[in-house]
T-cell receptor, first 114, second 115 residues
């Protein structure tokens, strides 16, 4: 899973600011997923993207959250006007296809909202 | 709602002993199961997976058992080492059609290895 690169690893934002989390999938992987983990809990699915397409965003909050995976460059998870409840670890994962292939996770981005 | 859950939130074992971590799932449509290990401050690390057409799969020092009759999954770690100390998550995937990418995670079991 070391191949999925996320940055920043740690991010502190004040309430109302924007947070941008970046993810580069493993080489050869074209499917990217974002998960959120609250303290002492398991990971919760947020969104699934392929290049230039959002396939499933059923786990994303309807407001303030957005994700993209452009043709060039990393996938971005953007949180606008952050609130304290957004404090969590955000994990990106990637796979070769969307079926039957192992999903590998990055090391995560820890967001703290103060 | 249907979910994946764990029987034991914490497990302490002596170094060298075998560890068994259990997981119950409630969705009979689940097709694919994965065990992840997560160390503090790190991302989930893939350990082993199993598909619903199998009941056992072995890896290096780890074995996953699947009992579809009672919807139960277990991870066995042989000769547990201090480096095995971590939180272990089981995750299920409800398979093609419903989005094979969407993993549902349990809350995790913390494994502590006593030297």
């Amino acid at each position: 899973n070391a191949g999925v690169m996320q940055n920043p690893r740690h991010l502190v934002r004040r309430r109302g600011q924007e947070a941008r989390l970046r993810c580069s999938p493993m080489k050869g992987h074209s499917h990217v997923y974002w998960y959120r983990q609250l303290p002492e809990e398991g990971l919760k699915f947020m969104v699934y993207l392929q290049k230039e397409n959002i396939i499933d965003e059923s786990g994303m909050p309807k407001e303030r959250f957005s994700a993209e995976f452009p043709k060039e460059g990393p996938s971005i998870l953007r949180i606008q006007q952050v609130v304290r409840g957004d404090s969590a670890a955000y994990f990106c994962a990637s796979s070769q296809t969307d079926s039957g292939n192992t999903i590998y996770f990055g090391e995560g981005s820890w967001l703290t909202v103060v | 709602g249907e979910s994946v859950g764990l029987h034991l939130p914490t497990l302490s074992v002596q170094e060298g002993d075998n560890s068994i971590i259990n997981c119950a799932y409630s969705n009979s449509a689940s097709d694919y199961f994965i065990w992840y290990k997560q160390e503090s401050g790190k991302g989930p690390q893939f350990i082993i997976d199993i598909r619903s057409n199998m009941d056992k799969r072995q890896g290096q020092r780890v074995t996953v058992l699947l009992n579809k009759t009672v919807k139960h999954l277990s991870l066995q770690i042989a000769a547990t080492q201090p480096g095995d100390s971590a939180v272990y998550f089981c995750a299920e995937n409800i398979g093609p059609g419903a989005g094979s990418y969407q993993l549902t995670f349990g809350k995790g079991t913390k494994l502590s290895v006593i030297p």
